[in-house]
């Protein structure tokens, strides 16, 4: 650039070298592919950071609630409770785990696509956080971790962001 002013300037004299430049300037500042990016979800360099936590504790929580309903469904005699308020058929709480768990799933490998829709379902985050909650006097030591990370997803999941790639 430096080489076509100098190249400019001796061909039509010093006054036409200022113009030529601003002229440069202003066409080089205008060009989309020198848009300047800020790390968002849509930018070159991928996810950004709680998308990415996000995405990855969507996919150890979904597994982990899976395992969960798989021992539910199992067998009922394998948790013990106290006398609780919120009793149901341990079978039952075991499918609807192992659904939220696979869906936990599909949405942690939406957000980590950087999909639009992964983000949108990675909220069901939530309806684990309120399964994990019914499970809390049947195994507390596993319940409360997990109901931790869900809150974790959720608030990673709701931040605001600019754009995603849509598909």
């Known amino acids: 650039m430096i080489l076509s002013v100098e190249r400019d300037r001796r061909r039509r004299g ?24 800020y790390g968002g979800p849509s930018s070159s360099e991928g996810l950004s950071g709680p998308s990415l936590f996000a995405g990855a504790a969507l996919m150890l929580s979904g597994p982990l609630s899976i395992l969960m309903g798989a021992s539910g469904i199992a067998d009922d005699s394998l948790f013990a409770a106290s006398r609780y308020s919120y009793r149901f058929d341990l079978t039952a709480g075991g499918w609807i785990h192992l659904v939220v768990g696979l869906a936990l799933v599909i949405a942690g490998l939406g957000v980590v696509t950087n999909k639009s829709w992964g983000r ?48």
């Open 14 to 37: 010093r006054g036409a070298s200022v113009t030529v430049l601003s002229r440069k300037v202003a066409a080089r500042a205008a060009t989309p592919s020198e848009t300047r990016r």
């Open 120 to 167: 949108g379902v990675g909220v069901a985050a939530g309806i684990s956080l309120i399964t994990q909650f019914m499970f809390v006097p049947y195994y507390p030591v596993w319940a409360i971790p997990v109901m931790t990370l869900d809150l974790l997803i959720i608030f990673a999941l709701t931040r605001f962001h600019v754009a995603t790639d849509g598909r």
